[in-house]
């Protein structure tokens, strides 16, 4: 992992554009207003939210005391024989954990996820061995609180004693901080509520299931503060104001697509971070950055990105790159924030809310509400083999009949021009990671910047641009048929009927505003994915 800390933009054209943007951020003095926490960047409108979200400027000094309290509380599990930690939280709430051990190499299991057979095989765990970590800022998310009840019953039918397993990171207050303290629960980490969830990698949130995983935070704290001085200065060397200026300036442009690619940075994942970062604080009103998460510096969206697109390096530079940003990952969390949150300013938007989140977990509970809507009522436009076609109500452009690769032909035909498409699999990201593999396929037959995203963790993320930002995708939902159920107890659903209102009601506020959507439903995972892929593959040739 590099030890510096560097923002270079490699184009000259870019370079250009930028320069008289980062002129007058300095001129504006915004570095040193974010660090001291002036909420009136952002305008009139987005002064109220920013006024209670600017606390990550200083987590590398305010979080230091957490060290030791993580540190004694990993001690005492360890000399319990608790080893195996657990995480139960979406979006801000597990997506820096997860980048901070896959980095270290660190074992931690990351519960985002509604798909009935991930959380059995979680579930399968040693129990004996397992600690829960139910991380919520709100307190009120709906996978994480199934997670709670799914873990906790699971202890007590094991015999152990459930409050003893389960360790809280929430906000102060919140229904997760009182039920948390009603039962009884180990420790509870109360997190600064003036850090939002996608600001919060160096708050409780990220630092303690990191920590008890064994992670060395303390180590993150100090790179972080290693460029703290840097980012704040009113300064045209300021790494943030360069990457601030340098996507604000392509968007401009008509680049509103960032396409993110490790280039060895040492960093495990950290695409998957930024993607949240950058999509739930840009993409609203109308506009926004669209994070594209690619495999590698030759994958198509990258090797090929057309000028709808800005291409960055994570890690050294390399051909093809119009940026490059280095640095360890403390550092690299920090710089990124303040460029986001500059970013906002130049878009003029406010990078603190997240508007169109809520729509789709609407959208989702009117449906729990009413099971009927969600089996029985739906017929498939057409059935190829173990794959069901949903096309959105009234949609002509896909076929009833004629092959998989007809329908995705006809439907990947569809996406705009400097459009984008996106990939949700609500499927499991360890059992049918094969998924994944739609992106880079889709995007070479396409020709268009793909995503790609695990449903329901996506909505968390990049889910807030595609109902927000620049109305110019199409949207590709995997949904699969589960061979087993979980019941969540307390509730009168189960696992699989949570993941498919989730889907259909995404797909729903996606559809009422206008947006392509196109369903398969795999009735044999295996096989329906297997069939998808060809399909996809045949697209190409
Ligand atoms: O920590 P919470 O409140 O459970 O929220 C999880 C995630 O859900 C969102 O609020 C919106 O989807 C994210 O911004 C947040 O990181």
């Not at 960047?41 to 005391?65: D, F, N, Q, V, Y």
């Not at 009103?285 to 994570?314: I, M, N, R, W, Y």
């Not at 949150?341 to 938007?349: D, K, M």
């Not at 569809?414 to 499927?427: C, E, I, M, R, S």
Request: with cysteine; charged share 20%; glycine share 12%.
């Amino acid at each position: 992992m590099a030890e510096r800390t560097t923002v270079e933009i490699t184009d000259d054209t870019l370079a250009g554009a930028a320069r008289p943007l980062v002129d007058r951020l300095v001129s504006d003095g915004v570095a040193s207003a974010l660090t001291a926490q002036n909420a009136t960047l952002w305008g009139e409108e987005a002064e109220p939210e920013a006024s209670i979200r600017l606390a990550w400027t200083t987590l590398h000094k305010s979080s230091r005391a957490l060290i030791g309290e993580i540190e004694a509380l990993r001690t005492d599990l360890r000399s319990e024989g608790i080893d195996r930690i657990v995480l139960a939280g979406m979006g801000g709430s597990s997506l820096a954990p997860e980048v901070i051990t896959s980095t270290e190499g660190v074992a931690l299991t990351v519960l985002d996820t509604t798909d009935p057979g991930q959380v059995s095989d979680a579930l399968a765990g040693d129990l004996d061995r397992t600690l829960l970590v139910v991380s919520s800022k709100s307190g009120t998310t709906v996978e994480t609180d199934s997670h709670r009840r799914i873990f906790a019953e699971a202890f007590a039918e094991a015999g152990i004693d459930a409050a003893r397993r389960i360790v809280a990171v929430t906000d102060p207050g919140s229904p997760l901080a009182q039920l948390a303290a009603s039962e009884g629960y180990r420790k509870v980490f109360l997190a600064d509520p003036h850090v939002g969830g996608r600001y919060s990698a160096l708050t409780a949130f990220g630092l303690v299931p990191s920590g008890l995983a064994g992670a060395d935070v303390a180590r993150l704290l100090d790179q972080a503060a290693g460029i703290a001085e840097a980012l704040s200065a009113d300064s045209p060397d300021n790494p943030a104001l360069t990457l601030a200026a340098a996507l604000a300036a392509a968007h401009t442009d008509g680049a509103e697509k960032v396409v993110l690619t490790d280039t060895g940075s040492g960093i495990a994942g950290f695409g998957d971070w930024a993607e949240q970062l950058i999509a739930e604080s840009t993409g609203k009103e109308g506009t926004g950055l669209l994070p594209v998460v690619v495999e590698g510096p030759a994958a198509p969206g990258f090797a090929d990105a057309g000028s709808d697109a800005t291409t960055v390096a994570v890690g050294p530079r390399v051909q093809g790159a119009a940026l490059a940003v280095e640095g360890p990952l403390g550092a690299q969390f920090l710089l990124w924030e303040y460029a986001v949150a500059v970013a906002g300013r130049l878009l003029g938007i406010n990078p603190f809310d997240q508007p169109d989140v809520e729509a789709a977990k609407k959208a989702a509970r009117a449906l729990l509400d009413n099971p009927q809507a969600l089996t029985g009522t739906e017929e498939p436009s057409a059935v190829i083999g173990p794959v069901e076609v949903y096309a959105a109500p009234g949609d002509q452009a896909v076929p009833a009949t004629g092959t998989l690769a007809d329908v995705l032909r006809q439907f990947v035909g569809g996406v705009a021009d400097g459009g984008y498409l996106a990939v949700q699999a609500y499927l499991d990201r360890l059992d049918d990671a094969s998924a994944s593999l739609l992106r880079s396929e889709l995007a070479r037959c396409s020709g268009r910047q793909t995503t790609f995203g695990w449903g329901p963790r996506f909505l968390h993320s990049t889910g807030q641009y595609h109902k927000g930002g620049h109305r110019n995708g199409s949207f590709l939902q995997i949904t699969g048929s589960a061979e087993q159920d979980v019941p969540v107890p307390g509730r009168p659903y189960t696992l699989s009927t949570l993941q498919l209102a989730q889907a259909l009601g995404d797909g729903q506020v996606l559809a009422e505003g206008g947006r392509p959507v196109l369903r398969l439903h795999l009735t044999d995972r295996a096989a329906g994915l297997a069939d998808v892929v060809r399909a996809v593959q045949e697209l190409t040739r």
